[in-house]
């Protein structure tokens, strides 16, 4: 038998649920707000930190909101099944009164998902980096592409003319045509300044096992490869983590070239207070933060248009990273990456953009 | 285009098959510890990244990757405690315990990763890692010399650990105890031990090896904590387990079997590139070998009262 007290208790709690719900029904202060962003993103499943792809996205969406004085939001789905959640929800801004100006999908996997919801939501702006969208069917999603191979081909040819063992190395994150871009462009490269070279090409899985990437990149070492080309997300930083053990016992430098941002700094003793010597050569800067800020600038400048937004050499979407801070490089090598860059913008060369060795 | 001698390639693949077998081998060991005392362990994976986090934070704070390694294995333990309480004492489904285990070290450790280095994905590098040993006369040694020339304290230990756990299991009053707890608990208990204390011991010590296995990734073999890092060797280590029929030296095996794998999938990327397009394919190979074995070659038998709460006098 439940005493007085605990009936009273009960009374006094239903009561006051009763009045809460009350008070969020007349008054609402709950339901839909004025939408204080502009823009939201739906970044690739590695996630922030991976200091590269979606940081590089974060940083250009800051630099966009600091240059136009606009908000930004984001989230990080932790499976690619979620994407399609995260885009909808911005999609259908429940929450808000007004929508999003634009909903940035970040990473060739939320294709599917981005076009589910763009079919539902045609007045809905949306962008996709590293990944093609028919326009005529999406005429509301721009796609952000990269040639990558273009400066990828750079950073080969600087590994062409600084290797000492003539043997240099790339591993990938996945065996995929995306990567095989960076591939093709990096070993092209190569044989453009050092024709003949040997490469070897190899992937680690997974966007995010350091393990793996210190593992293949340990094989490669000892295999005479005094270069490596590392495009693997998080699992690249393995990379660099053998190198410095590596440089430490071999009779030649080791290097490692990052990738998307500027990451010679990582190849330092201490990446956070960087200081001379690093292990890194160079970085393929792919320049996905101009990209989100270009992109961000359209939908301000009211120019947004759907289709293909194409980053290039020429439009300084690629290039390859000088920290005279941490390393100099050559001048005859310097000279001759320009040299290769200018034939690339004018033409005169062209980049394979898929694997064209077997 | 290969420039070492077929000595040193071979050399180079026992080094990496030690190297990516010591996480899955301590962790596989603990899931025995937990396994023979009947309670199923498929939270591995969350108390591999609680030890992999805490080993980097402690290193990183206190400078001594030793402490490191007593925190990552205290870690571990603690979240296999949580475990233990939910399946021996209030008698819950250890799946679903487990698989909250999973989900709770994957967020916290995401979680704290960015309150310990204000930043997300990656922490930061670790400059004081574990030192590894080098044991100069064998150094040079072809086939051998890489892999047992320069090596990580915590990879001793793997085999160390593994003696020891065959003679814990084998030879002790404790193996023999934790042994009926999970083959047939009612006898344990009419012998006046308590079965739902030999049952929590199993689950600790598994939490504590699961922790060292992840420390190794962190600061053993790695130098520094990422999100998700362990990237499912948890589940992996299960395999292995079960693999190595629940006894310590067929763990070891297995555990061995699958670095070995990995060296392999390595060294065909890297040293045979005409096999290159068939990457995936030899990834694929250590599951599909496990299931082949596992269904062709022996069935393994696990502990007749794993995953069932002991009460006392119940009608059997």
């Known amino acids: 038998m439940a005493s007085k007290g605990m ?67 984001y989230s990080e789905p932790a499976a690619i099944t979620d994407y399609e959640g995260y885009i909808r929800g911005y999609a259908e801004h429940t929450q808000y009164i007004e929508p999003f100006d634009l909903i940035i999908s970040v990473g060739f996997d939320q294709a599917d998902a981005l076009m589910e919801v763009a079919a539902d939501f045609p007045d809905q702006k949306f962008a996709i980096v590293d990944m093609y969208i028919d326009p005529t069917n999406y005429s509301n999603v721009a796609s952000l592409l990269f040639n990558e191979h273009e400066g990828s081909a750079l950073v080969g040819a600087i590994a062409g003319l600084m290797t000492t063992t003539d043997s240099i190395g790339f591993v990938g994150g996945m065996d995929i045509p995306l990567i095989h871009k960076f591939a093709a462009g990096y070993v092209w490269g190569a044989n453009y300044t050092n024709p003949g070279i040997n490469y070897q090409v190899a992937y680690t899985g997974s966007w995010v096992d350091t393990a793996a990437g210190k593992s293949l990149a340990d094989g490669m070492y000892s295999a005479g490869v005094d270069i490596i080309f590392a495009a693997a997300g998080r699992s690249g930083l393995g990379v660099f983590d053998s190198a410095k053990e590596n440089n430490a016992t071999s009779s030649y430098p080791l290097w490692v070239i990052g990738v ?61 990273e000088i920290n005279t801070d941490l390393l100099t490089l050559p001048t005859s090598v310097i000279n001759a990456v320009e040299d290769l860059k200018a034939a690339i913008i004018a033409g005169t060369v062209t980049v394979p953009d898929s694997i064209y060795w077997s | 285009m290969m420039q ?69 294995v205290a870690a571990g333990g603690g979240l296999a405690a949580v475990h233990a309480i939910v399946c021996v004492k209030f008698k819950g489904n250890h799946i679903v315990s487990g698989t909250g285990i999973i989900l709770f070290g994957a967020g916290f450790t995401t979680l704290m990763l960015e309150v310990v280095w204000h930043r997300k994905g990656y922490g930061e590098t670790i400059t004081n890692t574990i030192p590894d040993i080098v044991i100069e006369p064998i150094q040079n040694i072809p086939l051998i010399g890489q892999a047992f020339g320069v090596i990580s304290p915590i990879v001793i230990f793997m085999f160390v650990a593994t003696i020891l756990s065959w003679y814990i299991l084998f030879k002790t009053p404790f193996g023999l105890r934790l042994r009926a707890a999970g083959e047939d608990p009612s006898t344990l208990d009419s012998a006046g031990v308590s079965v739902e204390w030999t049952r929590a011991i199993g689950v600790i010590i598994s939490g504590c090896l699961a922790g060292l296995g992840g420390a190794y990734l962190s600061i053993g073999f790695g130098s520094a ?92």
């Open chain 2, 225 to 316: 904590f990422g999100k998700n890092m362990t990237d499912g060797r948890g589940f992996i280590a299960l395999a292995a387990m079960i693999f190595g029929n629940w006894s310590p030296f067929g763990i070891l095996i297995a555990g061995l079997f699958f670095g070995f794998l990995d060296g392999l999938n390595y060294a065909i990327q890297i040293y045979f590139p005409a096999l290159l397009p068939y990457a995936n394919f030899i990834a694929m190979l250590p599951y599909l070998l496990v299931v082949v074995a596992l269904g062709v070659i022996r069935r393994s038998i696990p502990p007749k009262g794993i995953a069932i709460p002991y009460e006392k006098e119940r009608k059997a």
């Open chain 2, 4 to 72: 070492g001698l077929p000595l040193d390639l071979i050399g180079w693949v026992f080094a990496v098959t030690l190297q990516m077998a010591t996480p899955l081998v301590l962790a596989g060991l603990g899931g025995m510890y937990s396994e023979r005392g009947g309670v199923v362990n498929i939270g591995l994976e969350g108390m591999m990244l609680m030890g992999a986090f805490t080993a980097a934070a402690v290193t990183y704070y206190t400078l001594n990757p030793w402490l490191g390694i007593l925190a990552a």
């Open chain 1, 7 to 73: 009936i009273a208790a009960i009374v006094i709690v239903i009561i006051g649920v009763a009045g809460a719900g009350a008070y969020l029904i007349m008054f609402n202060p709950f339901g839909p707000q004025p939408n204080p962003y502009t823009v939201a993103i739906v970044f690739a499943t590695g996630g922030l930190g991976d200091k590269s792809f979606n940081d590089g996205c974060y940083n250009g969406a800051v630099e966009a909101s600091q240059e136009f004085g606009i908000q930004f939001t």
């Open chain 1, 260 to 320: 998307d941002s500027p990451q010679m700094y990582l190849g330092c003793a201490d990446p956070d207070n960087p200081e001379p010597p690093t292990v890194g050569l160079t970085s393929m800067l792919k320049r996905v933060d101009v990209a989100v800020h270009d992109i961000i600038e359209d939908v301000v400048e009211d120019t947004f248009s759907g289709g293909v937004n194409l980053f290039t050499l020429a439009n300084g979407g690629l290039d390859y």
